[in-house]
């Protein structure tokens, strides 16, 4: 194994992001793994955590759907997104405010500072060309919105997510308008369903070939060459959908880490 990375939730939310810490300072350290990423929305991210952990992180991705406050209230990208009472436009403020300071820190302690964006029926007309050049990410990974049965559709489903479902045309669109954009990386539903090998904290692979999170036995009952045959991992598609590239921060040009 050459790289991991920890998302799922919020990584940063347990012990304020210590046990991830030591997570990531294992990996490095203990595992020697070439990359260790983290994907974050930012809220609980802390200068203290980059000096304490900082030098054994090669990517952190923070979660950015809109540029507009309002468009974040719709989305959920908001303080308050689990509670019932109303966003303000201060707490959806606070949302891009973390963004801009976090990639400031990546820029201070050396690692790499990339985007993850989520297109759906609330972002896929906007423009966010000038603010992602101004933020200068080595990587703008774009996603469109995918259901998974059981997660985010369906009965069992913690939250629905059918009303932000977009067309493969509008999405196709939102790529379109942003096309001079060099770091970006689109990822379609057909691209991004299977392939990624998921963990989930009982270290078993999750199987999204049926349009669900299947989860095949433990690795740490049958070890990792069973459990991955039943992972449903497409390794043609994540080479197509350019899964494997220069990860990890002792690779990567200075200019990417001192932007």
């Known amino acids: ?6 998302s799922g939730g919020e990584p940063f939310i347990h012990q304020k992001g210590r046990y991830l810490g030591h ?5 490095k350290r203990e595992l020697g793994l070439a990359s260790v990423s983290i994907v974050s929305n930012g809220s609980l991210i802390t ?12 990517i952190l991705a923070i979660s950015c759907d809109s540029f507009q406050p309002e468009t974040n209230n719709l989305i959920g990208r908001h303080r308050n997104s689990n509670k019932k009472e109303v966003a303000t436009c201060k707490d959806d403020d606070q949302h891009l405010e973390s963004l801009e300071r976090v ?15 989520v ?5 896929f007309d906007e423009d966010m060309n000038r603010q992602i050049r101004q933020l200068n990410p080595v990587r703008w ?11 985010n559709h369906g009965k069992e489903a913690l939250r629905n997510a059918e009303k932000f479902v977009v067309t493969d045309q509008q999405f196709e669109s939102f790529l379109q308008r942003h096309r001079e954009v060099a770091c970006l990386v689109p990822e379609s539903n057909v691209k991004m369903r299977n392939s990624y090998l998921i963990l989930d904290e009982r270290m078993r692979f999750l199987d999204c070939v049926d349009g669900r999170k299947t989860p095949s036995p433990s690795l740490l009952d049958v070890g990792v060459e069973a459990a991955i045959q039943a992972s449903g991992f497409d390794e043609a ?5 350019g899964g494997k590239y220069v990860w990890s921060k002792s690779d990567m040009s200075p200019s990417l880490l001192e932007w």
């Open 1 to 6: 194994m050459e790289k991991i990375n920890f």
């Open 23 to 27: 997570l990531v300072r294992f990996c």
């Open 47 to 58: 200068e203290d955590w980059f000096i304490r952990f900082g030098e054994h992180l090669d």
């Open 103 to 117: 990639r400031g820190w990546c820029r201070d302690y050396r690692v790499a500072f990339k985007i993850n964006s």
């Open 119 to 123: 297109i759906n029926t609330h972002n």
């Open 141 to 151: 990974k774009v996603f469109q919105c995918l259901l998974i049965g059981g997660e």
């Open 237 to 241: 598609m994540f080479f197509q959908r």
